[in-house]
């Protein structure tokens, strides 16, 4: 089963100092270069998302700053694809779908930010469009949520959106477990 890994938003914004920083990010993004630099050895298909903010009022990935741009930790590289998005969903409005098969990808291994937006949404989709997914959960960040007078702090965000996820969208692992089990460390 021929792997691909996917990079969804690691963008700068979400990082210390941005617009919308994420509570984990700086480890998500480690763990991801992690999973990056091994499927880059494995000479494997890559694909990154950057998120451009195309809605009135967007306070965050505007185009033309600094804060869109995909973070250095997992900047692209020649043959890798990149892939602009306006919605949470992947597939919506891009070519995602259709570079994912014309590169024979049946398994994409996911990794990025937020857990409970874009992860949550391209995962599921990917599911439904018969793709077997892998999530990264320690390669994925997010931030707290408010909701009825409560905040809902990340940690818990994301894990209810991984155990969500974890059946039946999606495996969820650790970095270490999938590399040493999935990729052959």
């Known amino acids: 089963m021929k792997h691909g890994l996917v ?6 914004d979400y990082f210390s100092g941005g617009k919308m920083e994420l509570v984990g990010m700086e480890r998500a993004a480690q763990n991801a270069e992690t999973i990056l ?13 950057r998120h451009v903010s ?9 185009p ?12 692209p590289s020649n043959g890798e694809i990149v892939i602009e998005k306006n919605y949470p969903n992947g597939f919506r409005g891009t070519e995602f779908y259709e570079k994912l098969r014309a590169a024979g990808i049946e398994r994409i291994i996911i990794c990025g930010a937020m857990s ?16 077997s997914c892998t ?3 320690d390669g994925c ?11 809902i702090k990340a940690d818990k965000v ?12 999606a495996n969820v692992s650790c970095t270490a477990d999938f590399i040493k089990s999935e990729l052959g460390s």
């Open 141 to 151: 960040a997010t931030r707290d949520l408010h909701f009825n007078g409560e905040i």
């Open 158 to 169: 994301h894990a209810a959106f991984m155990s969500a996820l974890s059946v039946p969208y």
């Open 116 to 131: 409970h937006m874009c992860i949550d949404a391209t995962t599921r989709a990917a599911f439904d469009f018969g793709f």
């Open 135 to 137: 999530v990264i959960e």
């Open 64 to 75: 033309g700053t600094k804060g869109v741009e995909i973070h250095q930790s997992v900047s």
């Open 7 to 12: 990079l969804i938003d690691i963008q700068n």
């Open 37 to 49: 630099r091994k499927i880059r050895r494995l000479q494997l298909p890559v694909f990154h998302f």
């Open 54 to 62: 195309s809605r009135p009022g967007a306070t965050f990935f505007l």
